[in-house]
């Protein structure tokens, strides 16, 4: 098993308004540091660390649990907004002026919500694995076995996940695998896991996006003025690709990056190269 900084990185807290927020912060400090938003039913723990000692490599990274999910206390929210909330709480409680975001899956729905409601506070927004908070007129419809597996109690096994994050190829599957033994030293004993109260809220949230109407958010994303670097695998199950290029077309300065042969997870499956491209956007 390879050795990786992140690893080694302490749990920090923060007391908010309505919770203790548990953290973790790599990389060189200074600068905008960059915040990430964690995906549905996961907490600091899934991050995976190579993907994480690139992304510090060169700048200031922050991890953290929401509200009332995994190490952080509080009560779970149960509304894309009520995470919104709770992200900005613990940005304006470490004292961050401004932030660049990377959201993943549902933390890629909060990150936009956060950047709609403080505009002041984000300077780049990075989508991964995601959709914008409405269904894509046009995209495929979310199948019966996606939604069977984001309910089950305790999210399944690892079976599941391969279905929900890889393409069933033999390279996919094969990182899914290196994924998971990554994730495995934060994930033994004494692990924070995500109750079942937190991720009913949670699938309360990403099912709003199946309600709203998709005129409603494509009017809110022509507000969003920061440059946006939208991402995602060409074979996403659980948010398809159709949603990333439905949504640039309503951002004033986004680009759009689709990775062929990945899905849901292909931020880690291809960890160097979507890290790079990551580097370069925050440079430009």
């Known amino acids: 098993m390879s050795t990786y900084l992140a690893d080694s990185a302490e749990d920090l807290t923060v007391q908010g308004r309505s919770a203790t927020f548990t953290y973790r912060r790599m990389g060189p400090q200074g600068g905008v540091p960059l915040v990430l938003l964690q995906r549905f039913r996961a907490t600091i723990d899934w991050w995976d660390p190579e993907f994480l000692d690139y992304l510090a ?9 929401n509200v009332g999910t995994g190490y952080t206390t509080g009560q779970p929210r149960d509304s894309l907004d009520g995470f919104a909330e709770g992200a900005i709480e613990f940005i304006e409680t470490l004292g961050i002026a401004q932030a660049d975001l990377l959201g993943w899956s549902l933390g890629g729905m909060v990150a936009q919500r956060v950047t709609l409601h403080r505009p002041d506070l984000v300077r780049k927004l990075i989508v991964a694995g995601s959709h914008p908070t409405a269904w894509a007129p046009g995209a495929p419809a979310m199948s019966e076995k996606v939604l069977g597996i984001m309910t089950k109690p305790g999210g399944g096994d690892q079976e599941d996940m391969l279905y929900l994050f890889y393409p069933e190829t033999n ?3 094969a990182s899914g695998f290196s994924h998971f033994e990554n994730v495995s030293t934060r994930l033994g004993p004494g692990a924070a896991v995500v109750s079942d109260a937190t991720a009913d809220g949670q699938v309360t949230a990403a099912t709003q996006i199946l309600t709203t109407p998709f005129e409603q958010v494509a009017a809110e994303l022509e507000t969003i003025k920061q440059p946006v670097l939208y991402a995602n695998g060409v074979d996403d199950v659980m948010l398809p690709a159709f949603g990333s290029y439905a949504a640039v077309q ?7 990056v689709l990775y062929s042969g990945a899905g849901h997870a292909f931020l880690f499956q291809h960890a160097k190269e979507f890290t790079t491209q990551v580097a ?5």
Do not use: K, P
């Open 57 to 65: 490599a060169d700048h200031d990274v922050i991890v953290f649990d």
């Open 171 to 173: 390279a996919a599957r």
């Open 250 to 256: 309503h951002l004033d300065n986004a680009t759009l």
């Open 280 to 284: 370069n956007f925050l440079a430009a």
